[in-house]
């Protein structure tokens, strides 16, 4: 299993990063989780424009799903005629989302899309095993993990701390996970975690490696939250990049 970081920055797009798009491989299957604003453009230039097999969105924000909306004319609107529908795993809802801010009229999109409503629980995308679980975060929002010949990524999504997480996390070789705010400070509740609330997570879900993404660049530190994830988790620990591979 490969993951590939198209995009990684947190809430909006960053100075050097577009939002959170992470496209995850194995057997020739490439499995797009997530597709934030301007994760399109990173898509080309690390993947190739159709090197999608399945999308699954996390939560309907802007900043994991929106480019979902651009990509309806990459799809539709192909010189050499439409390619197929593609499969979409995504909190319920997310057609007429989609649908609504691709045009005015809100015209369908089932002819680009195929869409399974996503829920708790466990289930085949391609050759991965997909686990999903709510998990503590203002909308409908699933963090999950991803299986495939015994090895695990799991990603946080938009959390807070919450014990899903742990669940999804327990054992993973990969943890990929948001780290949003900073600690020390009265950050706004139920919404996101800080470096060091990564970093706990981590250690008590016994994860390999923490891999720490949607950092903020307007709101935080990089050091400083690098720091505090490493002052709470003893493995090791790296802010992820766009273009970054990890082979699992
Ligand atoms: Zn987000
Ligand atoms: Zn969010």
Not at 45 to 69: E, Q, S, W
């Amino acid at each position: 299993m490969r993951l590939t970081v198209l995009g990684c920055a947190g809430s909006f797009p960053g100075p050097e990063s577009a939002c959170s798009a992470y496209l995850v491989e194995a057997e020739g299957f490439r499995l797009l989780i997530d597709f934030g604003s301007g994760s399109l453009s990173a898509l080309q230039r690390y993947a190739g424009i159709d090197a999608i097999d399945a999308i699954l969105i996390t939560h309907l924000h802007c900043d994991h799903m929106l480019d979902a909306c651009t990509y309806v004319v990459v799809r539709r609107y192909d010189p050499a005629g439409p390619l197929p529908p593609l499969p979409v795993y995504a909190p319920m809802g997310a057609a007429e989302r989609i649908s609504a801010a691709y045009s005015s009229d809100a015209e369908p999109v089932d002819d680009v899309y195929t869409f399974y409503g996503l829920q708790p629980g466990t289930f085949p995308i391609g050759p991965f095993t997909v686990t999903a679980d709510r998990v503590n975060h203002p909308i409908e929002t699933y963090g999950v993990r991803v299986e495939h010949n015994g090895s695990v990524l799991a990603y946080s999504s938009d959390t807070a701390p919450c014990d899903p997480l742990l669940r999804l996390a327990q054992g993973a070789d990969l943890f990929l996970c948001e780290a949003s705010y900073l600690d020390g400070r009265p950050n706004p509740p139920d919404l996101h975690l800080t470096g060091g609330e990564a970093g706990e997570a981590a250690t008590k879900a016994d994860v390999g490696r923490l891999l720490l993404t949607h950092l903020v660049p307007a709101w935080g530190s990089e050091a400083s939250t690098v720091e505090a994830a490493c002052a709470a988790y003893a493995g090791p620990v790296e802010v992820v990049r766009p273009g970054a591979r990890y082979d699992l």
